[in-house]
């Protein structure tokens, strides 16, 4: 497990649940946020395709990079990071074995990475 990419990918999934479940107060945001909190402005078309609200430009990125990815590691991501339960029921629901469920993860997060490095590399040459 890439833990940059964990940590990446549980901040999607954060947003993609959409403001309601976010903390409301500001001493609260500082708190969720581990500091002054990012401001609400994103970037023009992040809409959320659920229709829960905006996503920040982070989080944004991490939906088109997804977006590039096969139809195996979208629906990983979509279980691991936003669906219910633990990681064994999740395996289990996916019909995969507990170590074969963890391989393909590690396999997300080495897909996710290379994706976001690669469209890096084309915004840095355009």
Avoid: N
């Avoid at 096969?70 to 990681?87: I, K």
């Amino acid at each position: 497990m890439i833990t940059e990419m964990d940590e990446l990918l549980k901040h999607w999934a954060d947003q993609h649940r959409g403001p309601g479940l976010r903390q409301c107060s500001p001493l609260g945001r500082m708190v969720e946020f581990g500091g002054i909190p990012p401001r609400g402005a994103a970037p023009h078309g992040s809409r959320d395709p659920l229709g829960l609200g905006e996503l920040d430009d982070l989080s944004w990125q991490v939906e088109q990079a997804l977006g590039k990815l096969d139809a195996q590691h979208q629906v990983l991501a979509h279980e691991h990071y936003r669906g219910g339960g633990y990681s064994d029921e999740k395996a289990r629901r996916l019909g995969l074995p507990r170590q074969t469920y963890y391989d393909r993860l590690d396999r997300l997060h080495e897909a996710l990475m290379a994706e976001l490095r690669s469209e890096h590399r084309r915004e840095q040459r355009a």
